[in-house]
């Protein structure tokens, strides 16, 4: 039977299942905090209502949110016991601080959530009320720095003495800052941020496509776009700093994302194309020497080939589809923010247009791709490695022949969640249009 065949495999498609699902909420869990805090922000500095009811909404459904990422933050803790034994117990004593410190940012996070859901109208100064915002999102980021410090550590393995299968001698905080931290962090927070702008502005922009023109959503989505160019322009940053790591840690990794073969300096970009049985790269895109800039700053930068290395160590050359998906995207979520922007501050220019809106509309979905495909180039680019240089993932796993039933049953967990998450936002909002809310709250509805 299928399921009792290779538990490796079906251990790291659960994990896959697993995490793809989680990281839709963890992102969102990560981003909209910030975006609330600035709405209330902005609403209080106004005096416009029409800013604070953003915040207030946008609060409401992110509760929701955290309410699944939570089952599947559980799920992922359980399955790292279960599906990877050898290696958390090679490793559990190390990545135990980071994630411990996960947990306590999460609860300080969710601690203050209550208190700002609960506490909306109960505050004479509307700034106290906002105060409680700031630790909701700082705990949000919090968690997404000590989780990934853990992945980190996963890619650039320190501050231990490897003895036996089993790592001594612990030092948790060189383990935690290890080279990968910094640019992996950052990458991650920002393209949260990112992530999260887009999808609460594309809500806005459909709104504007069905024809309801409400000054509301008309400040949704100025307040997204502008937040977006911010986040995108620190992103593709970041991932130029990405290069340059890759490039000095993790080889191999950059050039199977690049399908760079031969190690040679003025190396070209490759994106797209086909790759043939012969190593023959085919109807790609080359940037003359921006791989050589992308690695050290400078064209003359040399650049190690996939024939230098090992063949038994090398991922998958399938990864250079992943990344392309990435940075088109991020490409696109950049230009179509700042087009935005420049609008905005045109006399004249309707940044509210119709293509622009259908643009941002689609720029939500294509976000969370982009989370997805970076995540599988991160992850599956460091195989045959859970521990890069140290441990493979098949070394890693566990050899129950029961991983096939686990992931039926975390599938249908997945779907169910999904569905109900779904269902309950869209009859939340639906049910309580934002023109229906204004007029309870005795606010003015100009259209224009």
């Known amino acids: 039977m299928f399921f009792e065949n290779d538990p490796v495999l079906l251990s790291r498609i659960l994990t896959y299942v697993t995490l793809g699902f989680h990281v839709i909420f963890a992102t969102i869990g990560v981003g909209i905090p910030l975006m609330i805090a600035i709405a209330e922000w902005i609403g209080i500095k106004r005096n416009d209502p029409h800013y604070t009811l953003l915040a207030r909404r946008w609060a409401r459904g992110f509760v929701v949110t955290v309410a699944v990422g939570v089952v599947t933050g559980t799920a992922i803790g359980l399955q790292l016991s279960l599906l990877w034994p050898n290696f958390m117990q090679a490793a559990g004593h190390t990545i135990g601080l980071p994630m411990f410190m996960e947990v306590f940012a999460f609860f300080f996070e969710a601690i203050f959530l209550g208190i700002y859901l609960y506490t909306w109208d109960r505050f004479k100064s509307k700034m106290k009320h906002f105060l409680l915002i700031i630790p909701v999102a700082i ?25 036996n299968g089993v790592l001594t001698d612990v030092n948790p905080l060189a383990a935690m800052f290890n080279p990968a931290t910094p640019t992996k962090v950052s990458h991650v927070i920002l393209a949260s941020y990112l992530t999260s702008a887009f999808i609460l502005g594309a809500i806005a922009a459909i709104h504007l496509i069905r024809g309801n023109k409400h000054v509301y959503h008309k400040k949704a989505l100025h307040l997204t776009m502008v937040s977006a160019a911010i986040f995108a322009i620190g992103t593709a940053l970041v991932g130029d700093f990405s290069g340059k790591y890759l490039h000095e840690y993790q080889p191999e990794k950059l050039a199977a994302a690049e399908w760079h073969f031969e190690t040679e300096s003025e190396a070209p970009l490759i994106l797209g194309g086909i790759l043939t049985e012969d190593n023959e790269v085919k109807y790609a895109l080359e940037i003359p020497y921006a791989l050589s800039i992308l690695s050290g700053g400078t064209p003359d930068t040399e650049v190690k080939g996939l024939n230098e290395f090992d063949p038994e ?56 791709l982009a989370i997805q495909s970076g995540w599988v180039f991160t992850e599956v680019g460091r195989q045959p490695w859970i521990l ?60 224009a």
């Open 139 to 163: 705990g949000a980021t919090a968690s997404a720095f000590f989780i990934t410090t853990v992945n980190a550590f996963m890619n650039v393995p320190q501050g231990f003495e490897f003895v």
């Open 388 to 447: 890069r240089g140290l441990m493979t993932t098949a070394e890693g796993a566990t050899t129950s022949s029961h991983v096939g039933l686990m992931l039926i049953l975390f599938s249908v967990l997945y779907l169910v969640l999904g569905v109900t998450c779904a269902v309950v936002l869209r009859k939340m909002f639906k049910g309580n249009p934002v023109e229906h809310e204004l007029e309870e709250r005795g606010i003015s509805q100009p259209t």
């Open 313 to 368: 160590v090398l991922p998958p050359l399938w990864i250079h589809y992943f990344f392309d998906l990435m940075v088109f995207i991020g490409m696109f979520l950049a230009t179509v923010s700042i087009l935005f922007v420049v609008l905005s501050r045109k006399k004249g220019w309707n940044p509210f247009n119709r293509p622009l809106a259908w643009m941002i509309a689609a720029g939500g979905p294509l976000s969370m």
